[in-house]
């Protein structure tokens, strides 16, 4: 089975930084790409930003210029680094991952932007 662990979230003031990681481990193949979703309670859940195997990387509007995605295809990690973070930003954040064999979701984890 393959599962997908994320990091912790936190608290963090506005304008501060967090860097959260997703780490994949089990039996798979191939990855075609990893991202981030974000869902907060009453809200639609939303795309924040996505690296595909080709390299190719897709932000959220909301976010760009700000949160920054990374990946370590050695440890099959992936990293979201977040900076100048606004209330607007709290969220459950989930790790996703695509494989050829299904889509894989992290636990999720909680951050929280104060003003």
């Known amino acids: 089975q393959l599962q997908l662990v994320e990091s912790w979230g936190g608290l963090v003031q506005a304008g501060g930084s967090l860097r959260l990681s997703c780490a994949a481990s089990?039996?798979?193949?191939?990855?075609?790409?990893m991202g981030w979703y974000r869902k907060d309670p009453g809200k639609q859940r939303e795309l924040v930003a996505v690296?595909?195997?080709?390299?190719?990387?897709n932000y959220a509007d909301s976010v760009k210029g700000r949160f920054t995605i990374s990946r370590d295809n050695a440890k099959n990690t992936v990293y979201l680094q977040m900076n100048s973070l606004k209330p607007e930003d709290t969220a459950v954040y989930y790790c996703?991952?695509?494989?050829?064999?299904?889509?894989?979701w992290g636990q999720g984890t909680q951050v929280t932007v104060s003003s």
């Open positions: 089990g039996s798979f193949f191939s990855i075609n790409a």
């Open positions: 996703n991952l695509r494989n050829m064999r299904a889509i894989y």
């Open positions: 690296i595909l195997s080709g390299g190719t990387i």
